[in-house]
Nanobody, 117 residues
Framework: QVQLVESGGGLVQAGGSLRLSCAASGRIFSINRMGWYRQAPGKQRELVAVITTVGSVNYADSVKGRVTISRDNAKNTVYLQMDSLKSEDTAVYYC???????????WGQGTQVTVSS
């Protein structure tokens, strides 16, 4: 099992910044990528950004240029730096980890990000 604990959400004005953190514990060795998804009210959960164990990254088109995902392997932590936030970024943000042994996905409890216009 892998446990994911998120932190860093909150209320911010449009144009502001937030940094989310996700600390992983447990079967860390089984993870080959981690990332962030978000879910706004009435919408499906969508990918924000993902980073692999070798550092390859991928971003949703809606956040490219405004969001940076990074990882600290020594701390088993993934970060999501969000800048130039918009009201449409308001959502619950979920940390995600993809395990390969066993093949399964793990999710954090979610952290609320609210951007006021």
């Amino acid at each position: 099992q892998v446990q994911l604990v998120e932190s860093g959400g909150g209320l911010v004005q449009a144009g502001g910044s937030l940094r989310l953190s996700c600390a992983a514990s447990g079967r860390i060795f089984s993870i080959n990528r981690m990332g962030w998804y978000r879910q706004a009210p009435g919408k499906q959960r969508e990918l924000v950004a993902v980073i692999t164990t070798v550092g390859s990254v991928n971003y949703a088109d809606s956040v490219k240029g405004r969001v940076t995902i990074s990882r600290d392997n020594a701390k088993n932590t993934v970060y999501l730096q969000m800048d130039s936030l918009k009201s449409e970024d308001t959502a619950v943000y979920y940390c995600y980890a993809h395990g390969v042994v066993p093949l399964t996905d793990y999710w954090g409890q979610g952290t609320q990000v609210t951007v006021s216009s």
